[in-house]
């Protein structure tokens, strides 16, 4: 197995520690868009520390993409993504009784406590065998997902977690029952998830497992590998970046110097993220914006755009008339890929 796939992480620090030295405003997309010090990791952590209430955060908690872009660079190792996940979750515990809740909150509580309540399901899958979480957006794409499982040569996990990853999002509570199901059935398995949220989760729960994320773990196949070519824009999934940083930056950095490709990064080295939608956008309260896929096209002139997450292949869809490809198709049609290269290499 590669080298960068499991390491335990360092213990985190919590709000109390934030001294405000404005480093996460540089990458945080909520202040990119806003310019509000409200709309910032140091804005929530100073508020906690002031005596701010959950609701009287209610803007800068709703706002967060949890990009996790903010994580490596705070000096005082504060885990800020897990802090915006801890406030949805009192968010959502400190609403007065009857309170209405947006409906996909409610089905996905009724969900999880079915799963919960639900005997395992047979496995088929050898316990020691390397698996994939595909995630609902790539099991939306039954041939894009054959083409994955093909390069991979991985089983498709029946239980993707994709109910824990939503919860984890939205701050939904998820019983104890069916989390322990889950890491459970994961025990003595090599884990690639296409979810970074929860790759990121695994991590933490789960110490001393081998995951990694699908951009990775596709990347390092020769015939997607290859096909990289110097013209490209490569996008980097920023969740699964960001929660295993210190080894996805020496990783990123090789697959630039072997391809050429540029790379979605910025001068800190953190991905920049292409689609920053917050919980209102993920609830459907609120329409989103691809102001982060213009900024980052802004000043590169790539022949391709080459993505890691279908959310963000859709996004420079919207804003460009660039080809965007999924990394996994670059493994098809080498007659395709050859042209492409001599034309644009």
């Known amino acids: 197995m590669p080298a960068f796939l499991a390491r335990a992480p360092a213990a985190p620090r919590d709000y109390a520690a934030c001294s405000g030295c404005s480093l996460c405003l540089l990458v945080c997309p909520m202040w990119r868009g806003s310019h509000d ?17 959950v609701r009287e955060l209610a803007a800068p908690i709703v706002a967060c993409s ?40 409610v089905e996905l ?13 047979a496995g088929v899958v050898s316990r020691s065998a390397p698996v994939l979480l595909p995630g609902p957006e790539l099991r939306a794409d039954p041939a894009l997902l054959a ?5 991979l040569g ?12 939503l919860a984890l999002e939205l701050g939904v509570e998820i019983p104890q029952q069916r989390l322990h199901g889950f890491l ?46 110097p013209s490209d824009l490569y996008v980097i999934e920023p969740r ?31 991905a920049i993220p292409a689609a920053s939608s917050g919980l209102a956008q993920k609830l459907g309260l609120a329409a989103g914006d691809d102001v982060q896929a213009k900024w980052m096209l802004q000043g590169r002139k790539p022949a391709r755009i080459v993505v890691e997450s279908l959310a963000d292949r859709a996004a420079f869809e919207r804003v460009c008339d660039l080809p965007v490809v999924h990394l996994a198709e670059l493994g098809e049609d080498p007659q395709m890929m050859q042209k492409f290269r001599h034309a644009f290499g």
Not at 41 to 47: C, F, I, S
Not at 109 to 121: D, F, I, V
Not at 189 to 210: E, F, M, N, Y
């Open 37 to 53: 010090p409200r709309l910032t990791p140091e804005g929530l952590a100073k508020g906690l520390q002031s005596g701010a209430t």
């Open 66 to 105: 949890l990009c996790g872009a903010c994580d490596p660079v705070c000096p005082e190792r504060i885990d800020l993504s897990g802090l915006i996940m801890d406030l949805r979750l009192r968010s959502a515990n400190s609403l007065p009784p009857n309170s209405p809740q947006p409906a996909v909150i």
């Open 109 to 121: 509580s009724a969900r999880l406590h079915q799963a919960a309540g639900a005997a395992p399901a």
């Open 147 to 151: 083409r994955v499982q093909a390069l």
């Open 154 to 165: 991985l089983a498709v996990f029946d239980d993707d977690g994709a109910d824990i990853a």
């Open 184 to 229: 459970d059935s994961l025990r003595g398995h090599t884990i690639v998830a296409a979810d970074g949220l929860l790759l990121r989760q695994l991590r933490r729960w789960l110490p001393g497992s081998q995951r990694m994320g699908l951009g990775p773990a596709l990347s390092t196949r020769a015939a997607v590998r290859s096909n990289l070519v």
């Open 240 to 270: 699964a970046f960001h929660g295993d940083y210190e080894r996805m930056v020496g990783y990123y950095d090789r697959l630039q110097r072997e391809t050429g490709c540029s790379l979605s990064l910025d001068l800190q080295r953190i």
